[in-house]
């Protein structure tokens, strides 16, 4: 999510899915992992939504899959002040990258997941897991290269 | 740039995230969750009735579709009989 706020509201609509089904839940794993899967979910929904609402800004990113040199007001808490400029770039980076590899980089970097949960997470083998990161960080190189290049 | 420059950049800008710390929930997270969940739980009720009323409204219409059609039929025997009786038509219209 992009801001606080938004942070804030999908955490709450978490909560809310998470107490209305919790019936759904079998055992079959760890509960954190089920929740992380919900959370997940939520989030790809929350941003096809946005992402079908803004296609006449977005046809600019389709058209040129390099970042933009706007980088929007960005703020995160829990990282250090010298950094938040390059987090911002990373995060606007990470954002051009496919959604699995987008999944499974965020879970891994920003989570701190091991390739065991984020495989449990995304129902997929750890070799896929591996493979989606290693892809993840080359097109993330790629895209930076070609984003300081530019600038 | 210059390429050194421009790849100590990129592998700075893949390590800005390194040591991110998870942000803490803000105060009154547990009251607005507990606000919109009763919220949620008051527009439910509401969309269930909305959902009763047009259910209650599909049956009606059904029953009276059927009783309307029943009677018509049963309009339709009594009138065949009439006429039956009046030409001395046997049951199978000869």
Redesign the interface.
């Known amino acids: 999510m992009k801001n ?1 706020e938004e ?2 509201d999908m ?2 609509e978490v ?2 899915h998470v ?1 209305q089904n919790i019936d759904k839940f079998k055992g079959e794993s760890l509960i954190s992992t089920w929740i992380y899967r919900i959370a997940v979910n939520k989030c790809l929904e929350e941003m096809r939504k946005k992402r079908r609402q803004k296609r006449a800004a977005y046809l600019e990113d389709i058209a040129d899959p390099v970042i933009q040199n706007r980088i929007p007001d960005f703020y ?5 002040l010298e ?1 938040q400029q ?2 911002a ?2 995060f606007k ?1 990470i954002e051009q990258l496919p959604e699995q590899q987008q999944v499974a980089f965020t879970l891994a ?2 989570e701190f997941l091991s390739y065991e949960e984020i495989s449990e997470v995304m129902e997929k083998s750890i070799s896929s897991i591996e493979s989606l990161i290693h892809r993840a ?1 080359q097109n ?2 790629r895209i ?2 070609v984003y ?2 530019k ?1 | 740039m210059k390429k050194s420059n421009l790849n100590k950049e990129i592998d700075l800008t893949l390590s800005s995230i390194d040591n991110l710390k998870k942000a803490n929930a803000p105060d009154d997270f547990l009251e607005s969750l507990s606000n919109k969940m009763i919220f949620r739980k008051e527009q439910k009720i509401w969309v269930r009735r909305a959902k009763y009323a047009i259910a209650a409204m599909i049956m009606f219409a059904i029953v009276n579709t059927v009783l309307l059609i029943n009677s018509k039929s049963s309009e339709r025997q009594e009138m065949l009989k009439s006429v039956a009786s009046e030409w001395n038509l046997k049951a199978d219209g000869y």
């Open positions: 606080q942070a804030e955490s709450q909560f809310i107490y995160h808490p829990g990282i250090a950094n390059r987090a770039i990373l980076a970097k920003v960080k993330l190189q930076l290269k300081y290049e600038i």
